[in-house]
């Protein structure tokens, strides 16, 4: 440190306050120094410290007061927490005097003088004042100067070249608008359902469908395939930026597709609104149309599986019925032929017939033999052969109920035959209910298919604008600048923020 003091140096130099020093000023007695330090009310805290202080530079005193006073002669304010002379001073008492004790830091030589504070008068303040207000006008200058430019370089150029772009390069864009409605048809079906039929609420699901096939690549390659998309807008005459290169591939063509065409739905109103963008009006029209008609067809096919589906379904039913008829009738023809029987009804009441007639003549024959058996001596031919006719006609009639109930080996009983017709014609019939109830569904199924379900009802027609929609230079130009702006600001944000963490 070339301004540390010496070892010896109490940082006085060369004067001295002794009453018998030749230079400086004469000293007080001690013993006025001491009354005036006692005058002080100094605690005992503080007069403690002043003796521990005394004690560490070998000064020997009779009491605090003049510990306090010899300290002072010396240089050293022992109430000062900031002195060096009391925070830093080491050694203890020596012999030696002052030679002997180190005192750091050392701030000044022995012999050496600090340079006094320099003075100024008015005009020289007056003329400091001046110089530093001329060099904080100066930094302002420089620093607002080097806003600008960096607002001239980040802001102002890139605004000046995006406006250039809209006002003079950028090719004139053609939007031709079109609305429209998907409806539902209206059912003869009652109920919950009826509520919400023709309502937007049961057409929503097919406008977000018909919007989303119309943003779709499908309706994108549809609509180059017809109309030629990609070899439009690879025109020459078209700027760079919203040109397409002849040899783009389908997805290049496809984000330029998704710029061109805008499409949204409103599920307030269930309409669907388009708008199509191109250089020329008559083509922008021309894409409208294709696109609204890649839409009624997409709303066509909505329903047509439905439809299919329910015809197939009821076509297999009646066809199905149509056989089971077929094979009940069959069966009731090869029980007729089996059984020999044409109407098992008419072969019953043909056969009870027979019976009662043959018990009306077992009941005369009886009541014959009874009157013959009544004589006393009655004739014995006449009554063998009574008995013989008694006999044959209950055989007979035996006979008869046996095949109307029992049967035989060889053939069943009518009663059997009457059953399995029966059985035959019920099954018939009820294949033939079924026949019906399935060709009426068959017929709404091919009523319901022929009829339109959806339509796409259209609000407003596409018509070719006359004069350019886009580019929005002005709006496109501000919107510009104020992206630039935000980024600029955003960007000396963060740099000040970093900056300022990496000072700190």
């Given at each position: 440190?070339?301004?540390?003091?010496g070892?010896?140096?109490?940082?006085?130099g060369d004067m001295?306050?002794?009453?018998?020093?030749?230079g400086g000023?004469?000293a007080?007695?001690?013993?006025e120094?001491?009354?005036?330090v006692?005058?002080?009310g100094?605690?005992?805290r503080q007069?403690?410290?002043?003796?521990?202080l005394?004690?560490?530079?070998?000064?020997t005193?009779a009491?605090?007061?003049?510990?306090?006073?010899?300290?002072?002669r010396?240089?050293?304010?022992?109430?000062?927490?900031?002195s060096?002379?009391l925070?830093?001073?080491?050694?203890?008492?020596d012999d030696?005097g002052?030679?002997?004790r180190v005192?750091?830091?050392?701030?000044?030589r022995?012999?050496?003088q600090?340079?006094?504070?320099?003075?100024?008068?008015e005009a020289q303040?007056?003329?400091?004042?001046?110089r530093?207000?001329q060099?904080?006008?100066?930094?302002?200058r420089?620093?607002?100067?080097?806003?600008?430019?960096?607002l001239?370089?980040f802001?102002?150029l890139?605004?000046?070249?995006?406006?250039?772009?809209?006002?003079?390069v950028a090719?004139p864009?053609?939007?031709?608008?079109?609305e429209f409605?998907?409806q539902?048809?209206?059912?003869?079906s009652?109920?919950l359902?009826?509520?919400?039929?023709?309502?937007?609420?049961a057409?929503?699901?097919?406008?977000i469908?018909?919007?989303?096939y119309?943003?779709?690549?499908?309706?994108?390659?549809?609509?180059?395939?017809?109309?030629?998309f990609?070899a439009?807008f690879?025109?020459?005459?078209i700027?760079?930026?919203?040109r397409?290169d002849p040899g783009a591939t389908?997805?290049?063509?496809y984000?330029l597709y998704k710029?061109?065409v805008?499409?949204?739905?409103?599920?307030t109103?269930?309409?669907?609104?388009?708008?199509?963008?191109a250089?020329?009006p008559?083509?922008?029209?021309?894409?409208?149309?294709?696109?609204?008609?890649?839409?009624e067809?997409?709303?066509?096919?909505l329903?047509?599986r439905?439809r299919?589906?329910?015809?197939?379904?009821?076509r297999d039913?009646?066809?199905?019925a149509?056989a089971?008829v077929?094979?009940?009738?069959?069966r009731?023809?090869?029980?007729?032929?089996?059984?020999?029987?044409l109407?098992p009804?008419?072969?019953?009441?043909s056969a009870?017939?027979?019976?009662?007639?043959?018990?009306?003549?077992?009941q005369?024959?009886?009541?014959e033999l009874?009157q013959?058996?009544?004589?006393a001596r009655?004739?014995?031919?006449r009554?063998?052969?009574?008995k013989?006719d008694?006999?044959?006609?209950?055989?007979?009639?035996?006979d008869?109920?046996?095949?109307?109930?029992?049967?035989?080996?060889d053939a069943a009983?009518l009663?059997?035959?009457?059953?399995?017709l029966?059985?035959?014609e019920?099954?018939?019939?009820?294949r033939?209910?079924?026949?019906?109830?399935?060709?009426?569904?068959l017929e709404?199924?091919?009523?319901?298919?022929?009829?339109?379900v959806?339509?796409?009802s259209?609000g407003v027609?596409?018509?070719?604008?006359?004069?350019?929609?886009?580019?929005k230079a002005f709006?496109?130009?501000?919107l510009?600048?104020l992206?630039?702006a935000?980024?600029y600001?955003?960007l000396?944000?963060?740099a000040?923020?970093?900056?300022e963490?990496?000072?700190?």
């Open positions: 440190m070339p301004f540390a003091p070892s010896n140096d109490d940082g006085f001295s306050f002794r009453p018998d020093a030749g000023k004469p007080r007695p001690l013993t120094e001491v009354a005036a006692r005058e002080e100094l605690s005992a007069l403690r410290t002043a003796r521990r005394a004690v560490k530079n070998g000064i005193a009491d605090d007061f003049e510990a306090v006073a010899l300290l002072r010396k240089g050293i304010d022992p109430f000062n927490a900031s060096p002379a925070s830093l001073v080491k050694g203890t008492p030696a002052d030679e002997a005192q750091l830091p050392q701030t000044v022995k012999g050496e600090l340079p006094a504070p320099q003075t100024y008068g303040r007056a003329q400091e004042i001046i530093i207000q060099d904080i006008v100066r930094r302002r420089r620093n607002f100067m080097m806003l600008m430019a960096r001239a370089v802001v102002i890139p605004t000046i070249v995006a406006g250039y772009y809209y006002f003079a090719t864009m053609y939007a031709t608008r079109s409605v998907i539902q048809a209206e059912g003869q009652g109920g359902g009826s509520l919400f039929r023709g309502t937007q609420f057409t929503s699901q097919d406008s469908t018909v919007q989303s119309l943003q779709s690549r499908d309706a994108m390659l549809r609509l180059d395939q017809d109309l030629g990609k439009h690879s025109e020459p005459d700027d760079p930026i919203q397409l389908n997805e290049e063509a984000r710029k061109t805008k499409i949204g739905y409103d599920p109103e269930g309409i669907i609104k388009m708008e199509v963008i250089p020329d008559a083509i922008s029209e021309a894409f409208s149309q294709a696109l609204l008609r890649y839409a067809d997409q709303v066509d096919n329903t047509q439905l299919a589906d329910q015809m197939t379904g009821a039913s009646f066809t199905d149509e089971k077929t094979a009940a009738q069959t009731i023809l090869d029980l007729q032929q089996q059984l020999g029987v109407d009804m008419s072969e019953s009441s009870m017939g027979q019976i009662s007639t043959f018990e009306v003549e077992l005369k024959k009886r009541l009874q013959l058996l009544d004589n009655p004739n014995t031919a009554v063998e052969g009574t013989g008694i006999a044959r006609l209950e055989t007979l009639i035996g008869l109920r046996n095949r109307l109930t029992v049967g035989s080996e009983s009663a059997q035959i009457t059953g399995q029966r059985i035959a019920s099954e018939l019939e009820t033939q209910q079924l026949l019906a109830q399935a060709m009426a569904q709404t199924a091919r009523i319901e298919a022929n009829r339109q959806r339509y796409l259209l027609s596409p018509v070719a604008p006359d004069e350019a929609t886009y580019p709006q496109n130009t501000l510009a600048f992206i630039f935000g980024i600001l955003m000396s944000l963060t000040s923020i970093l900056r963490q990496v000072t700190a």
